[in-house]
């Protein structure tokens, strides 16, 4: 069985995008996943902030970072199953 690779792209980067965008949010309003937060996000996405800017600004990471991820594992695994 083969996957769709820009299917599986566009599907994890929704998914990293909304994940992102939401733990933020709940980050920013209640403190949970503060120290995780700052520490992983912040080091690989410039301009990410514990935020409301900082939440859509992690959602255009997450929707990029998600979409490629997606695309280049659906097209390795597809190269695999080839073998």
């Given at each position: 069985?083969?996957?769709?690779?820009?299917?599986?792209?566009?599907?994890?980067?929704?998914?990293?995008?909304?994940?992102?965008?939401?733990?933020?949010?709940?980050?920013?309003?209640?403190g949970y996943a503060r120290a995780f937060l700052e520490?992983?996000?912040?080091?690989?996405?410039?301009?990410?902030?514990?935020?409301?800017?900082?939440?859509?600004?992690?959602?255009?990471?997450?929707?990029?970072?998600?979409?490629?991820?997606?695309?280049?594992?659906?097209?390795?695994?597809?190269k695999a199953v080839d073998?």
């Amino acid at each position: 069985m083969k996957l769709k690779p820009l299917a599986l792209g566009i599907a994890g980067g929704i998914f990293w995008g909304l994940c992102v965008f939401l733990t933020t949010l709940l980050s920013y309003y209640t403190g949970y996943a503060r120290a995780f937060l700052e520490a992983l996000p912040g080091a690989f996405y410039p301009g990410y902030s514990i935020s409301v800017v900082g939440s859509f600004i992690g959602l255009a990471y997450g929707l990029v970072d998600g979409f490629l991820t997606g695309l280049i594992f659906g097209w390795l695994y597809n190269k695999a199953v080839d073998i």
